[in-house]
């Protein structure tokens, strides 16, 4: 089996961050055009909430519920992942 050069893994990880990057961008943008005036407060929990609890759905899933992996593989104190993971409902 035929390894891929750690640039093309790299380019491969870039890429992907710059497609989220760009879809929060896209959705952030259409919610401003969707308030047609209104005043906007609390964006930034609004978002990181919305982005939050299905990267720790998946993470979760991706580690087999284990708790100390997932904090791994999230670069997190597992203190921490507990926390969140009770913030959002799934302890």
Same mark, same amino acid.
């Given at each position: ?5 750690r ?5 491969e990880?870039s890429v992907?961050d710059n497609?989220l990057?760009?879809t929060v961008?896209?959705?952030?943008k259409q919610y ?9 407060s609390?964006?930034y929990?609004?978002?990181?909430a *919305?982005i @939050?609890?299905?990267? %720790?759905e ?8 284990? =708790?100390?992996? *997932?904090? @791994?593989l999230?670069g %997190? ?7 969140k993971?009770? =913030?959002?409902?799934?302890?």
């Amino acid at each position: 089996m035929q390894r891929k050069p750690r640039y093309e893994a790299k380019s491969e990880a870039s890429v992907r961050d710059n497609e989220l990057a760009s879809t929060v961008r896209k959705v952030v943008k259409q919610y401003f055009k969707d308030l047609d005036g209104e005043k906007a407060s609390g964006i930034y929990e609004m978002v990181v909430a *919305a982005i @939050e609890k299905p990267m %720790l759905e998946v993470v979760m899933f991706q580690a087999q519920g284990n =708790q100390t992996r *997932a904090a @791994e593989l999230l670069g %997190l104190n597992r203190n921490t992942l507990r926390k969140k993971l009770q =913030q959002h409902g799934l302890d």
